[in-house]
């Protein structure tokens, strides 16, 4: 048998052995690459079989990344890809805000927030978003490589130094310039998080000057003003950022990672998700990193201002795969209601409830993305 971290960890209990230090969470987030690596290997297969004469195999499959392994033409040419989305039209009438393709994204979350967070299609209906995102990159803007994600586990304790969040041309954006505020208050507004050296207009890399258009909505960041309403409100701006550690070091550990993929929360798709998002007045992973870039990206309903949302999302959706792979008889089910947090009270989600999209995309029954490697519609994995 092959002997890993975690292995040892759940071995010799997870409460007593998990690690603490920061800078073993990156040394577990790779040891459960390699576990859910081993297990696609041995299931390749039977899943083929499965897949009923899909062309999509692990050989022909698309590679998704971290950032920080992509070379820098690489990044260079998945920025210049996410700037061309600002050149192409808007496809959605009814999004009078939205003034190009990029902002159609903005408008479809905003649009649908309370439908797609705490619900039984959490996990999909991201999936799928950021899974469009990338093909639209590839078929409409030229890109040649697959959806890149930024690993939470590294550089958690100083987002500066993070390649996604340096500032350099190869980077998204670094910090905003100074805007005093009194930091942001997440967690249904039961958790204070300090604000950072920024809060203002991102000051360096390659989007800076770029103009977003949707919202804000619901910033966590205290001073920025919400301009609601619905996606004919028209708001050009800036885009803004605040990048903090108060939410990056306390919740990117190994101790929440293993808890996720190994330990008590993993146990069913209900607990993984749960944990995932945090219960009522709680910080957890996935809002961590909206959070921990703070700004537009700390909206709930218009972080798709933020271009480093489908780099959070795709490490979001990395950590789901992971999980998927180990628990294969949880990993084709959903747990929860149709609306968020049950709220107002609605119907069990079903595997067969459709994720819409709108203009995006046609409309896909939830079970046809648990399998990323299903081929009706996707084709890829992550390393």
């Known amino acids: 048998m092959r002997f890993s971290l975690v292995s040892a960890l759940i071995g010799a ?38 897949r009923g004469g899909s062309t999509c195999t692990l050989a022909n499959a698309g590679i998704r990344r971290d950032w920080e392994s992509l070379s820098k033409t690489e990044r260079k040419d998945y920025i210049r890809a996410v ?6 039209p808007s496809v959605d009438p009814d999004f009078s805000a939205a003034q190009n393709h990029f902002d159609d994204y903005v408008a479809v979350h905003m649009n649908q927030t309370n439908i797609i967070h705490g619900t039984a299609n959490f ?8 899974w469009l995102w990338e093909q639209k990159l590839r078929s409409q803007c030229g890109y040649k490589g697959y959806l890149p994600y930024w690993n939470w586990f590294k550089y958690q304790d100083d987002l500066n130094k993070s390649p996604v969040f340096d500032g350099s041309d190869t980077s998204l954006g670094g910090d905003g310039a100074y805007f005093a505020h009194n ?4 967690g249904a507004g039961h958790i204070w998080l300090p604000s950072g050296a920024g809060g203002g207009c991102v000051k360096s890399g390659p989007f800076v000057n770029f103009t977003i258009n949707i919202g804000p909505v619901q910033p966590a960041m205290q001073g920025y003003t919400p301009v609601f309403t619905d996606v004919k409100h028209y708001n050009p701006r800036c885009q803004r950022r605040d990048l903090t550690m108060a939410a990056s070091t306390s919740t990117f550990t190994a101790s929440n990672l293993l808890n996720l993929t190994v330990g008590p929360a993993s146990a069913t798709v209900g607990t ?6 945090g219960s009522y007045g709680t910080l957890r992973i996935h809002g961590a990193g909206h959070y921990s870039m703070g700004g537009d990206g700390s909206d709930v309903y218009t972080s798709l201002n933020d271009p480093a949302f489908y780099l959070h999302h795709a490490m979001l959706d990395r950590l789901y795969w992971i999980w998927q792979l180990l628990h294969p008889d949880e990993a084709n089910t959903v747990n929860g209601t149709i609306t968020f947090r049950d709220t107002p009270p609605s119907r069990v989600g079903t595997v067969d409830d459709l994720l819409d999209l709108g203009k995006l995309g046609p409309a896909i029954p939830i079970k ?13 994995i992550y390393v």
């Open 123 to 130: 996990l999909t209906w991201h999936r799928y978003l950021i």
């Open 183 to 186: 930091g942001s208050l997440v």
């Open 368 to 380: 046809s993305v648990f399998n990323t490697l299903g081929g009706t519609p996707l084709c890829y």
């Open 272 to 277: 993984f998700q749960d944990e995932l998002q």
């Open 13 to 50: 209990g997870l409460a007593a052995a998990a690690p603490t230090n920061n800078s073993d969470a990156n040394a577990v987030m790779a040891d459960l690459q390699k576990q859910a690596e081993a297990k696609l290997q041995s299931n390749a297969a039977p899943a083929s079989a499965a």
């Open 83 to 88: 700037k061309c989305l600002w050149k192409l």
